[in-house]
């Protein structure tokens, strides 16, 4: 009768021990994968419920929340903000590589200065790109005179943050990053370290680009956490299929060794029987 430890020796073989190692690694990758998605989806929930609140607060006055050469904290991101003064005109910028709607377009930034020396960048909206490359796109003018302005308040977009890598050789008028401290280098006022994001203005004008939207909540990393249950589930099925193997493989020897003992068991009592 075969042994418990005869049974198992294969599992020592080389075929068998290269699989142990393989499950071994499997496990520990598994469980890193999904701790990593479950962080993940703490992090991009704790984003998502902080847009939200922001944009659902009250409007407050810019001057809170930012001013000339101090970048905007991530945390004010989105909050609504009120602040009045007169658009310049001369030193707006349009904003390329910006589709809406599926189509292609330009941002259209305006300068509000806001008091002596200083001023904000204001994102005015959205404008469709015209026939061709090289056609100027058509523009409303800003409105004239003191304006109150209400929007989003946004933080400096940069490379990283932006995945838009930026250039040189632009037309003239144009940048593709909303980068106050890039676009303020020559301005004869010091810039907010950030810009609006215009959501309502008065007094209102005739005619005016499209509002950019409000940015997308999401589900707030529920597809992380999708994820990270499903590595976590893969540790059971790697943990099972090993078993299974195991199980099957035992199986098969024992069926493999049983008709040589049932043989051996025939040729006794024949033997016996002759001798009788």
Do not use: C
Request: net charge neutral; aromatic share 8%; proline share 10%.
């Amino acid at each position: 009768m075969p042994t418990l430890e005869g049974v198992y020796r294969f599992l020592l073989t080389p075929r068998w021990l290269s699989l142990h190692v393989v499950v071994l690694l499997v496990i520990p990758a598994f469980v890193f994968l999904g701790r990593w998605q479950f962080g993940r989806f703490e992090e991009r929930s704790a984003n998502s419920d902080r847009v939200t609140a922001n944009i659902e607060a009250g409007p407050v006055p810019l001057e809170r929340l930012a001013g000339p050469g101090r970048q905007v904290r991530q945390d004010d991101r989105f909050r609504t903000v009120t602040v009045a003064g007169t658009y310049d005109p001369s030193h707006a910028l349009l904003v390329r590589r910006r589709p809406q709607a599926g189509m292609p377009g330009y941002y259209v930034l305006t300068p509000l200065v806001t008091g002596p020396g200083t001023a904000v960048i204001v994102n005015r909206g959205w404008v469709k790109a015209g026939a061709t490359a090289d056609t100027a796109p058509e523009v409303p003018p800003p409105p004239t005179g003191q304006i109150t302005v209400t929007g989003r308040l946004r933080p400096s977009e940069t490379e990283a943050s932006s995945g838009i890598r930026e250039r040189s050789g632009l037309p003239a008028g144009q940048v593709l990053l909303i980068n106050p401290a890039t676009i303020g280098e020559g301005l004869p006022y010091q810039l907010v370290g950030g810009y609006v994001e215009l959501t309502e203005q008065q007094p209102k004008p005739v005619a005016a680009p499209e509002p950019v939207p409000a940015p997308d909540v999401g589900s707030g990393g529920g597809l992380n956490l999708a994820y990270g249950v499903q590595w976590w589930l893969f540790i059971g099925i790697a943990i099972g299929g090993w078993i299974l193997l195991i199980r099957r493989e035992v199986a098969e020897r024992k069926a493999q060794e049983s008709p040589h003992a049932s043989s051996g068991d025939v040729v006794s009592e024949e033997a016996g029987t002759v001798a009788n």
